[in-house]
């Protein structure tokens, strides 16, 4: 194995990232490899502005709270527009209009603008993110879209439709919120606002491959994670549950006490144990996967009084980190047992989740830039950065290239050390 190589698999191995789902320098679905918001980047900026720092800017043709994804010297994200950009005064629904964008990297001109029409009529008002929340996930060949009701799409990467799968009609005040997981032959959704279903369709055709329900309340994405004899687990966070299924079937495969609420931030995992935070009470559980039928008291291993209500989690050598949204604090809690080391209350609200990259914690807060903070019990603040941009950031960043991509309702940044 070569120096590099080695090196990147020493990292990835650290922070609990599969090293086989790792692709140098694309991050292909939403919080990146392995869905654990951890990149393996070295060497990335830690201060930035409109004069530091900033490769390029580039206005997008609508507003979202997806995260772009990238693929060689290429950017793709999703946006929305002609509908529910003003609150106080929407516009007519007929006008709403989804867009698949494709930047590239290294200037940051618009390639490719790719409408689609939605299924109407969407919920009238979808509070803070909008219509366009889902981030895609590729396989290198294809782009795989998720619109809620309007249905999950596939594009080639020239942004030319190839199908449409639906996977549910209903619609939600809090719209559509979880981003598909591609496994083997299959594109897994949690259409919980749509169908109450986590659905799995064909890649090559987009036809119904399997169907679970049981999603209640649930706006978390689906998590993979590695069990014995290289199996994998699909783990969601419900209202009131954990539930773990066969990928390739959809069968259940266990259950455990969950969350007494509704669940937006996603699972992470490390050596077979996931964690899982969430609700407006706060809380974060440990679980060993690999049970068969309620292992609440057989696998839970512990519950803090710790949480968040939108914003995910990382995972840095032995200990969890994120900053939660519902309360303005930042936590850090050791992942053995489940002690909070860290909570202390964070000067901005975030509704992205955190980015791991270089021993840092990138957090973008919704109106006050940017934190950059040592992944450290301590999280000492390094740097707060912000760009003259008054609309809302939303959307997770992520790092690529030796790139940081930062995107708010208006425009798609490009951060990189000069």
């Known amino acids: 194995m070569a120096i590099k190589s080695w090196f990147l698999f020493v990292f990835l191995s650290a922070i609990g990232i599969t090293p086989a789902i790792a692709v140098a320098g694309d991050w292909t679905q939403f919080r990146g490899p392995g869905g654990l918001g951890a990149s393996a980047e070295t060497n990335l900026p830690v201060t930035w502005s409109e004069e530091e720092n900033l490769a390029w800017k580039r206005a997008l043709p609508g507003y979202g709270a997806s995260s772009p994804v990238t693929l060689g010297e290429r950017i793709y994200v999703t946006c929305y527009s002609g509908y529910g950009i003003d609150r106080n005064d929407p516009g007519n629904m007929e006008d709403l209009t989804l867009h698949l964008v494709c930047v590239n990297r290294g200037n940051g001109e618009i390639v490719f603008d790719q409408h689609v029409q939605p299924s109407l009529p969407e919920s009238k008002r979808v509070r803070d993110h909008g219509y366009a929340a889902a981030t895609i996930a590729s396989d ?28 549910g009609s209903r619609t939600h005040g809090w719209g559509c919120g979880t981003s598909p997981v591609l496994y083997k032959d299959l594109v897994i959704v949690n259409a919980s606002v749509e169908s109450g279903a986590l659905v799995a369709v064909r890649k090559k055709d987009g036809q119904e491959a399997w169907r679970a329900d049981g999603m209640k309340a649930s706006w978390n994405t689906p998590h993979l994670v590695a069990v014995a004899d290289d199996r994998q687990e699909l783990v969601v966070s419900v209202k009131g549950s954990i539930l773990a299924f066969d990928p390739d079937t959809g069968k259940q495969l266990w259950n455990c006490h969950g969350i007494q609420d509704y669940v937006c931030p996603s699972i992470i995992s490390r050596e077979g144990v996931i964690y899982a935070i969430g609700g407006r009470t706060s809380r974060c559980i440990a679980v060993r996967a690999g049970g068969r039928g309620n292992v609440t008291e057989s696998h839970r291993l512990w519950e803090a009084k710790a949480g968040a209500n939108v914003c995910s989690p990382v995972m840095y050598k032995d200990h969890l980190y994120w900053v939660s949204d519902r309360n303005r604090v930042a936590y850090c809690v050791r992942m053995k047992d489940g002690e909070v080391l860290h909570s202390e209350r964070f000067p901005a609200q975030p509704y992205a989740s955190v980015l791991l990259a270089d021993g840092k914690l990138y957090v973008v807060s919704r109106y006050e830039g940017t934190f950059v903070l040592e992944a450290t019990p301590e999280m000492k603040q390094l740097a707060h950065n912000k760009f003259d941009d008054d609309s809302t950031f939303n959307a997770s960043p992520i790092a690529s290239g030796g790139k940081v991509l930062i995107r708010s309702d208006k425009y798609l940044y490009c951060v990189t050390k000069k």
């Open 140 to 167: 290198g060949e294809h782009l795989f879209v998720f619109f809620g009701k309007t249905g999950v799409f596939k594009f080639d990467l020239e942004g030319k439709q190839i199908w449409r799968a639906d996977v």
